[in-house]
């Protein structure tokens, strides 16, 4: 064993670290999860509701795992480490979703408010993507010294927090100039002909038409001063993970994400193959940044991949605006700007910059005064 593996207190076997982690996040979702049964109206999405409701019985085995597991690992985490803090916050965040019914929790009424909080989107995302990254990242990892808790894990966890609670006001501010400016452009006979495409069809054009527009987006916020400095957020994680991903200013991401829903707006694709491209790129979104040392062989020129984007991440000069494509590399090979060398880039991180390690600090930062 290496001496940084020795003196690294985190991650091995015996001292409950890994125990009291993994019980504080279960001991969130079961807390946040029994919130969102206490009050559906204001801590779950709208369009998720009709869905919580036709599986009821499957939220609720949920909720009774996490509420179980955290219980478990959180005593077994204060047995087993020094410091009780992780173990006893899972075992108060079980014990108080307990004391509120637990999984027995009753639904509460769902009244008419102007706003909501996307908690159940922030609790089943953080579950979904903790079970499958964080054991892939840990048995294929490209930095294997990284820690899961890694440097500035926590100010990337209320990214990833902010992006999802408030999902509401993103949402709404991304359709903002689809409904405001081109009601006008949309044409039902137009629409309906999208629609009756095949399937495949229908996804193709959605992959390759929205890629197109977010490579030409992504190029303007590197090569625009102004813009740089909303997109210099996302640059400056220096430790690629799944949660690095998140990190954005909320003007990069909703500039990002407008102009494809405008066309999306305009062309009327079928809810199908919609629903598929946006399950397919969300995933996409967390992968590329992942700690994955997987190159795919076959793949890396027809897919972005982890090692794709971590260069487009990178500090090293051969490398700096290179990889601007979302999904399809194809992009950056027509119009120049690809580079994959066939090793890994050596830092990542933004070149010559100091970014502010704060939410706030990166969220004000494009609009401070330089000298
Ligand atoms: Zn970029
Ligand atoms: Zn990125």
């Excluded at 803090?85 to 307990?98: I, K, N």
């Excluded at 971590?310 to 990889?323: L, Q, R, Y």
Aim: charged share 15%; proline share 6%.
């Amino acid at each position: 064993m290496s001496d940084a593996a020795i003196h690294d207190p985190e991650f091995r076997f015996g001292e409950g670290r890994i125990s009291g982690v993994l019980g504080v996040l279960l001991g969130v979702v079961a807390f946040g999860g029994v919130l969102c049964f206490w009050f559906p109206g204001l801590f779950t999405t709208p369009d998720a509701r009709a869905m919580y409701a036709a599986h009821l019985g499957a939220f609720r085995m949920i909720l009774q795992a996490a509420l179980v597991g955290a219980f478990f690992l959180g005593f077994l985490s204060v047995v087993l480490s020094r410091s009780r803090r992780l173990g006893l916050t899972a075992l108060a965040l079980a014990v108080a979703a307990g004391l509120m019914g637990g999984a027995q929790a009753k639904v509460g009424v769902v009244e008419s408010r102007p706003f909501y909080f996307g908690v159940d989107y922030f609790l089943l995302e953080l579950l979904a993507l903790t079970v499958v990254f964080v054991p892939l990242e840990r048995l294929f990892a490209r930095v294997p010294t990284q820690k899961v808790l890694r440097a500035d894990w926590w100010l990337d966890m209320k990214h990833f927090l902010i992006g999802h609670v408030g999902v509401q006001l993103v949402s709404f501010l991304i359709a903002l100039p689809a409904h405001s400016f081109f009601k006008w452009a949309v044409s039902p006979a137009f629409q309906a002909k999208v629609a009756a495409q095949p399937f495949w069809l229908q996804f193709a054009e959605l992959l390759f038409l929205i890629d197109f527009l977010n490579y030409w987006i992504h190029v303007a916020f590197h090569k625009v001063p102004m813009l740089w400095k909303f997109h210099a957020v996302h640059h400056s994680p220096e430790h690629m993970d799944w949660l690095a991903g998140s990190r954005s200013h909320i003007v990069d991401t909703v500039a990002n994400r407008a102009l494809p829903y405008t066309l999306i707006f305009l062309m009327g694709f079928a809810p199908g193959p919609l629903l598929v491209y946006i399950s397919f790129v969300s995933f996409q979104a967390v992968f590329i940044h992942a700690n994955v040392r997987w190159t795919f062989p076959g793949l890396r020129w027809a897919l972005a991949t982890p090692e794709f984007h971590h260069w487009h991440h990178c500090k090293d000069a051969e490398g700096i605006d290179t990889n601007f494509a979302v999904f399809l590399p194809v992009y950056d090979w027509l119009f120049r700007t690809a580079y994959m060398p066939g090793y890994w880039p050596k830092d990542l991180g933004v070149s010559g910059e100091t970014l502010p390690q704060t939410y706030l600090g990166q969220m004000a930062y494009p609009f401070k005064r330089r000298a």
